[in-house]
């Protein structure tokens, strides 16, 4: 599951005709009195029962072993990750998707720091502690060394407001505030409103355009809360950074730049506290104020930055009567890798989404030995690249193996092996994301095969659209349902261990994982035998 600090845009999804954009956040609970249909002999509730908690522990040992250092894309881990998964589908007999390879390469950027900290006054600070920075967001620089440091107010250029009028930024270091200057009642000086201009969006990449435009060498931006920053962002700037191809010849439009803590903060200050409140008191009148501040300044900006291949895995069961007609079934098989002798294993996000899709491709082959072929394709995909962006998907979807214009479904599975605490003492549940969001029918079909299979309760609290995780957004059903494809995703929700190096087998409940791996067999069945298929009968605003 991916905590990449995305700025959303966030769809509102309107269907068609009458029917209003007013999306399942409640629980559904299956009507107990009727009974489960658990007749073997129906083929479909065979191969279902096909999916067993043991197999999945066998899979899930593997992939969550320490030997695989935490599957992190682009390192040996994945690469061992990947071939195990290869080998398993391999000898179920599902076919190779890209020519006699079941493999898709995808070319990333990894950057990293590979040295940073910044000293005032021969007083080091350190990064994750004191100042925060991203390495995507940076351009290498190993020394960057002054004598001064100008404080600029707001960092703003605007016709309406400027912090640069006859002040010299070119080859400084500038440190600014966050935001723009506002009066008593919180109306902008520059919009005559309470509402804000883009100068006060978040990502600051305006200011930092306009700063690497004058020729500004550095930027402290003075961060209120550095803990809360770490931790939105805490896999980003604690590990790597991908980007997808080759970047190493991108140009860097931002001033390199650092978040910093107040800490820093009054250590550049230094003696000047007195001139920086008489500063800021221009400010809060709408009046540009800048300051010239004698501070012995040094920071590294050392990156590490090369190309590295990640794969895609994908294979897939030819449809008899509809073989142009897709089932994509999804799960990523990276994480987060190790910090030094510290390995994430990842055992719930995703092995155990890796190894249920394991489970199901081998349900699906089953059927077909028994003469019972799916009528349409049903296309198995483990993604890399998740923990870093949904880059893996996004890759695929911008270059998909398969036509998506004939995809019917993408079903995604991310972290299914463990109970969170509002369900601590009944793992008979789900959350189910998105399922409603581009179909009723996709809904319905989940819905349906539920409450004649496998009872589980249905929990759609995280597909609200006013949900604060957003979760809708951070997997990678994500990138086909941005294009229009209708998408399901299963995910049991976070637990304490969720990104920590605790995340292991031994808290895996396998008879939940399994349960789960049955109904996400009767969904995928259900829809890759039905007569029409899957209608994306809603449509983006």
């Known amino acids: 599951m991916n905590v990449k600090n995305i700025v959303v845009v966030i769809f509102c999804l309107l269907s068609i005709g009458t029917i209003q954009a007013q999306y399942e956040s409640g629980v559904t ?51 061992m990750a990947g071939d195990y998964i290869v080998k398993i589908i391999s000898n179920q007999g599902l076919l190779p998707a890209v020519d006699t390879s079941y493999y898709q390469d995808v070319a990333f950027t990894y950057s990293g720091w590979g040295d940073t900290d910044i000293f005032v006054n021969k007083e080091r600070f350190r990064h994750l502690w004191d100042y925060l920075a991203f390495p995507d967001k940076n351009a290498n620089v190993p020394a960057i060394l002054e004598k001064e440091v100008i404080f600029l107010g707001y960092g703003i250029d605007d016709p309406k407001y400027s912090d640069y009028k006859k002040v010299n930024v070119k080859d400084k270091i500038i440190m600014i505030n966050r935001g723009e200057p506002v009066n008593k009642d ?29 020729g ?53 200050i230094g003696s000047n506290e007195t001139k920086i409140i008489s500063a800021r008191k221009k400010l809060e009148k709408g009046k540009p104020a800048s300051l010239v501040m004698k501070t012995d300044i040094i920071m590294n900006m050392t990156k590490d930055v090369k190309v590295v291949k ?38 719930d996000d995703n092995g155990s989404g890796t190894s249920t ?27 890399c690249g998740e923990e870093k962006g949904l880059l893996g998907s996004k890759y695929y979807s911008e270059n998909p193996i398969f036509p998506l214009e004939k995809t019917v479904v993408d079903i995604n599975v991310d972290m299914v092996g463990r109970s ?31 409450q004649k299979y496998t009872q589980l309760t249905l929990d759609y609290t995280y597909n609200n659209e006013d949900d604060p995780n957003q979760f809708y957004y951070r997997s990678d059903h994500y990138n086909f349902a941005r294009l229009g494809i209708p998408s399901i995703f299963y995910f049991s929700g976070t637990h304490e261990d969720y990104h920590r190096t605790s995340d292991d087998v031994d808290k895996i409940n396998f008879d939940k994982m399994a349960n789960v791996g049955k109904l996400i067999f009767h969904t995928m069945w259900e829809i890759a035998n039905r007569k029409d298929g899957i209608v994306p009968d809603k449509v983006k605003k």
């Open 29 to 79: 609970t299956p009507d107990k009195t009727k009974p489960k249909v658990v007749d073997k002999l129906l083929p479909e509730v065979r191969y279902a029962e096909s999916v067993h908690a043991a197999t999945l522990r066998k899979h899930l040992r593997v992939l969550a072993s320490d030997s695989l250092e935490g599957r992190e894309t682009g390192k040996k881990g994945l690469e």
């Open 216 to 268: 500004v060498k550095l930027v402290l931006i003075i961060e209120k809360d550095i803990k809360k920053m770490l931790d939105v962002n805490r896999k980003k700037l604690m590990g790597s950074y991908l980007e997808l191809g080759d970047m190493t010849s991108k140009e860097q439009v931002l001033a390199n730049h650092a978040y910093i803590s107040s800490t820093i903060a009054k250590a550049v």
């Open 357 to 383: 899709l394991l489970e199901l491709s081998q349900s699906v082959q089953q059927a077909v030995l028994e003469s019972n072929r799916p009528e349409r394709s049903i296309v198995f995909i483990w993604f």
């Open 186 to 214: 919180s109306v902008s000086f520059i919009t005559k409103t309470k509402n804000m201009s883009e100068w006060s969006n978040d990502d600051m990449e305006k200011k930092l355009a306009i700063a690497k435009a004058k």
């Open 310 to 347: 990640g794969k895609n895995i994908i294979g897939y069961i030819k449809g008899k009567s509809k073989p142009d007609e897709f089932v994509v079934v999804s799960a990523h098989y990276d994480h987060l890798g190790k910090r030094g002798d510290e390995i994430f294993n990842g055992a």
């Open 420 to 450: 969170d605490e509002k369900y601590k003492d009944n793992p008979d549940y789900i959350y189910v994301i998105g399922s409603d969001r581009l179909s009723t029918d996709l809904h319905k079909v989940n819905e349906d095969v539920n």
